[in-house]
């Protein structure tokens, strides 16, 4: 029997595995999907707290998570970039590094920008991961349950704060974009290949059919934000279902489950931090 079951296959419970892990624990992750498969696969994965509200625990976690992928990047972990980034227009920048530099044009610092395709696999590969499926937490025989099933957890936890947000995107060739935009309520996030269009928030919305009128009007948008994208190939939509929570992540010991979701569209930039709080929990019921 592992120490710790780390219920979930996402960027929360795969950081949170590792981080158990290296703190000398035995653990083993249970994911009804791989991890391909999880919404963590459809996010654009670019570090940034969005519709995040502030607090000194969301900003530790911002900007230890923002520490930890400037590290990983530079030690050449798969599938991980540093991009340019600027956010059109003034802003609130409680979230931001030291290095973010403020003027007319509106925001720019260096943003961790994950191509889960290559990151998650890298992080799976540095656990025990199992295909397993999870009906009630009490079912689950180990010392220590980390709750990282994002929405599965408003059934799992009786919780009802627990919401989805759809995600719509689209996926483009790149011609040659390396820097990141944001702006109007749009984004553009280049990686190696493609660049990621974005972006929508339909809170409540479980339709994961991509439209293509949200398709039209993102092309749109962000081609007025970056005109080089004019014309560029259109390689195909993505829809997602952002984990959200009213009153923000839980994070949070509750007998001998530790519960860590909720995070919605900020799983990759809380992250790193967030997993350090878990295994301090965990620790707590160890």
């Keep these: 029997m592992p120490d710790v079951v780390v219920v979930g296959g996402g960027i929360i419970g795969l ?21 391909e ?4 696969a459809v996010s654009a994965a670019v570090w940034y707290p969005s519709r995040t509200e502030f607090s000194p ?13 400037r590290r990983q990047a530079a030690a050449g972990v798969p599938g991980l970039l540093i991009r340019p980034t600027r956010n059109v ?26 191509e889960m395709s290559a990151y998650l696999p890298w992080l799976a590969g540095r656990v025990a991961v199992e295909r397993r499926a999870v009906a009630r937490l009490a079912d689950v025989d180990a010392p220590v349950v980390v709750n990282a099933t994002g929405l599965a957890a408003g059934a799992l936890a009786a919780d009802p704060a627990v919401y989805p947000a759809r995600g719509q995107i689209v996926l483009v060739r790149n011609p040659g974009i390396t820097e990141s935009v944001r702006g109007g309520g ?3 996030h280049p ?11 339909d809170a409540g919305d479980e339709d994961l059919t991509p439209r293509p009128a949200v398709r039209e009007r993102i092309l749109a948008g962000t081609t007025a934000l970056v005109p080089r994208l004019a ?46 709080d878990v295994v301090r929990l965990v620790q707590e019921v160890s």
């Design 37 to 40: 498969a999880t919404v963590s």
């Design 57 to 69: 625990r969301v900003r530790r976690w911002a900007l230890d998570t923002y520490e930890e992928f």
């Design 231 to 276: 014309g560029a190939e259109v390689l195909g939509d993505r829809v997602g279902l952002r984990p959200c929570r009213r009153g923000g992540p839980r994070v949070e010991r509750d007998g001998r489950v530790v519960h860590a979701y909720g995070h919605g569209g900020a799983g990759m930039t809380l992250s790193w931090g967030c997993a350090a």
């Design 186 to 188: 749009f984004y553009v």
């Design 191 to 201: 990686r190696s290949s493609d660049v990621v269009l974005g972006g929508t928030w």
């Design 89 to 114: 227009g003034r802003e609130d920048t409680w979230w931001a590094p030291d290095e973010v530099a403020v003027d007319d044009d509106g925001v720019r610092f260096a943003a961790p920008l994950a």
């Design 15 to 35: 950081t949170a595995a590792v981080r158990l892990g290296e703190a000398g624990l035995d653990v083993t992750v249970w994911s009804k999907d791989p991890p």
